[in-house]
C-alpha cells in the first residue's frame, strides 16, 4: 500500500520561501517518478515539477527559476523548494508517485499554499 504525506504548506507573503515535502512509503522509493502539482480554487490540477528516478526534473514555466524539485532516497522524500512566491501560486499542492513497477499513480491528501499580496 502506497502512502503519501505531504507537509510544509502555510501561510508566507509574496517574495518568500516555502519548502514542501512528501514522505512515501510502500514502494521501491529510489525507483519511482515523483512530482508536484497544484490545484488552485476553480481551476484544474496543473503540474508543477516532476523528478525521475534519475534525478531529472522538469518545470511548469510558471515557476522555472523560483522552484526546486530534489529527492532525498534515503529519506523516501521528495522535496518542492519554493522561492520568490507569488499570490498566483496560491493553491492546494499535491504530491505524486508514478510506480515503477506497475505505473499506477498515487497522490497525496494535499498541502495548503498561500501566498498574501
Known amino acids: 500500500q502506497v502512502q503519501l504525506v505531504e507537509s510544509g504548506g502555510g501561510l508566507v507573503q509574496a517574495g518568500g520561501s516555502l519548502r514542501l515535502s512528501c514522505a512515501a512509503s510502500g514502494s521501491r522509493f529510489s525507483l519511482n517518478a515523483m512530482g508536484w502539482y497544484r490545484q488552485a480554487p476553480g481551476k484544474q490540477r496543473e503540474l508543477v515539477a516532476t523528478i525521475n528516478s534519475g534525478d531529472s526534473t522538469n518545470y511548469a514555466d510558471s515557476v522555472k527559476g523560483r522552484f526546486t524539485i530534489s529527492r532525498d532516497n534515503n529519506k523516501n522524500t521528495v522535496y518542492l523548494q519554493m522561492n520568490s512566491l507569488k499570490p498566483e501560486d496560491t493553491a492546494v499542492y499535491y504530491c505524486?508517485?508514478?510506480?515503477?513497477?506497475?505505473?499506477?499513480?498515487?497522490w497525496g491528501q494535499g498541502t495548503q499554499v498561500t501566498v498574501s499580496s
Open positions: 505524486n508517485l508514478v510506480q515503477w513497477s506497475t505505473h499506477a499513480v498515487y
